[in-house]
Antibody, heavy 123, light 107 residues
Framework: QVPLVESGGGVVRPGTSLRLSCAASIFTFSNYAMHWVRQAPGKGLEWVAIISHDGSDKYYADSVKGRFTISRDNSKNTLYLQMDSLRVEDTAVYFC????????????????WGQGTRVSVSS | EIVLTQSPDFQSVTPKEKVTITCRASQSIDNKLHWYQQKPDQSPKLLIKYASQSLSGVPSRFSGSGSGTDFTLTINSLEAEDAATYYCHQSSSLPQTFGQGTKVEIK
């Protein structure tokens, strides 16, 4: 089994919405904070957002604040990224990643990564 | 926001050579600096955490050092399979940030 599997990517128009999912398995999902990280074509990694293990705390990069919403459903072992008002510059592969230590909000490495899901925003 | 600057951006290296990649933070981040390896069309892989902590399953030729603002990733005796882009990442404060990456090519 693969620990993290993203889905939901696709080709969309600017101004529209998309919801990404990240299904977790093998580990106790509800014990770990989770991250979204993206990578534009041919570019480096950009941290996007973090959510605490219980969903009570969230933080976003300035580039997505007010447009993207990170959430989780621990009963379904699934992380989400709701992306609204999409822009051309949001085109990227989106990775979900696990925070290294249990019950901590950030301050740690990202030890498990999904394979990524591709989002293309184009008119 | 803490800015991480890696150098060099690109390095072409002969097998068995030693590789040194540096990462400089715009302010002190203690030891909350981590290194990742990313090969083409793959997701990043954690190599070193907290500046110098090695990880199970990562070859011993990879090592890290530094604290505060200056950090180094060293690859001793480079192997062909080490061709990849390497990124540093800080988790000292939010938003977390990554360096721009260093591409290592095998001559």
């Amino acid at each position: 089994q693969v620990p993290l599997v993203e889905s939901g990517g696709g080709v969309v128009r600017p101004g529209t919405s998309l919801r990404l999912s990240c299904a977790a398995s093998i580990f106790t999902f509800s014990n770990y904070a989770m991250h979204w990280v993206r990578q534009a074509p041919g570019k480096g990694l950009e941290w996007v957002a973090i959510i605490s293990h219980d969903g009570s705390d969230k933080y976003y990069a300035d580039s997505v604040k007010g447009r993207f919403t990170i959430s989780r459903d621990n009963s379904k072992n699934t992380l989400y990224l709701q992306m609204d008002s999409l822009r051309v510059e949001d085109t990227a592969v989106y990775f979900c990643a696990r925070n290294d230590y249990q019950f901590r909000m950030g301050h740690d490495a990202l030890d498990i990564w999904g394979q990524g899901t591709r989002v293309s925003v184009s008119s | 926001e803490i800015v991480l600057t890696q150098s060099p951006d690109f390095q072409s290296v002969t097998p068995k050579e030693k590789v040194t990649i540096t990462c400089r933070a715009s302010q002190s981040i203690d030891n909350k600096l981590h290194w990742y390896q990313q090969k083409p069309d793959q997701s990043p892989k954690l190599l070193i955490k907290y500046a110098s902590q090695s990880l199970s399953g990562v070859p011993s030729r990879f090592s890290g050092s530094g604290s505060g603002t200056d950090f180094t990733l060293t690859i001793n005796s480079l192997e062909a399979e080490d061709a990849a882009t390497y990124y540093c990442h800080q988790s000292s404060s939010l938003p977390q940030t990554f360096g721009q990456g260093t591409k290592v090519e095998i001559k």
